[in-house]
């Protein structure tokens, strides 16, 4: 699946890479974590996601403002609309998005309307997986190398980015911006400093020729296919 948005955009991080929390990485058919406990083995960041998102164990929510929270994969809708019946994850990602030779996991939640949902981040740090919330207007057209679109409320500023994690929780880096109001954008920036439109548009050219992330439905067959193993 492929996350449509209006406007094309660029930068760069680091390819994607397998790897363990904090460990060597394995490919997506690794065993689950069970398996690899009983060989002898630790398991792999994807053997943890797996077991999150078989609903088989639990992560800790890291919202920046309380304590962490132990949830459950099915709790995860009631995070970004918790008085609908219809949200729920529809897709999800698996890709290295800060750069740093472990991957993360990317959960799209959605609703009846666009503007209701949201992205959920799981993060392997220490053995244990962490999950970070992110609105709606983020991880369009999300590229291999983690760089995607952002766009603020009101059309004042749209741009590309890139996330990495602080003691803070997850931080939004621009890269490539416009800003303005209602879409309509007359100053742009590359990395902080300001650049011509003319300069804009070809960072624009470039970012579209970027390989795009695989996307893929938050169903049991498809994250068997993905992660592997099967739910207990």
């Known amino acids: 699946m492929q996350i449509k948005h209006f406007v094309p955009l660029l930068t760069a991080l680091a390819l994607c890479a397998l790897a363990a929390c904090g460990g060597s990485g394995e490919s997506a058919s690794a065993s689950s974590p069970q398996a690899s406990s009983a060989q002898g083995q630790e398991p792999t960041a994807l053997d943890r996601y797996r077991g999150v998102l078989f609903g088989q164990d639990s992560f800790l929510y890291m919202d920046g403002e309380s304590a962490p929270a132990s949830l459950e994969i099915s709790q ?10 219809y949200a729920a994850v529809s897709w999800f ?5 800060d750069g740093d030779g ?3 996991a990317v959960l799209q939640i959605t609703d009846v309307a666009s503007d209701m949902g949201g992205y959920l981040v799981l993060r392997c740090q220490d053995k244990t997986v962490q999950g970070y919330s992110s609105g709606w207007r983020t991880f369009w057209d999300l ?5 995607f679109f952002y766009s603020q409320a009101g059309g004042s500023e749209d741009g590309l980015a890139s996330i990495r994690f602080t003691e803070d929780g997850l931080v939004l880096d621009k890269h490539l911006y ?3 109001d209602w879409f309509r954008f007359y100053d742009f920036y590359l990395d902080g400093q300001a650049i011509s ?3 804009y548009d070809l960072a624009l050219l470039e970012q579209d020729g970027k390989p795009d992330a ?4 938050f169903t049991q067959e498809e994250l068997q296919q993905v992660l ?4 207990a």
Do not use: H, M, N, R
Not at 228 to 231: E, V
């Open 93 to 97: 990602a698996i890709l290295d998005l």
């Open 197 to 199: 439109k003319e300069e």
């Open 228 to 231: 592997g193993g099967a739910p």
């Open 214 to 217: 695989q996307w893929y439905a």
């Open 76 to 85: 995860v809708p009631a995070l970004f609309s918790p008085d609908s019946s």
């Open 102 to 104: 472990t991957e993360e």
């Open 178 to 180: 416009g800003t303005g």
């Open 143 to 147: 590229k291999t190398d983690g760089t």
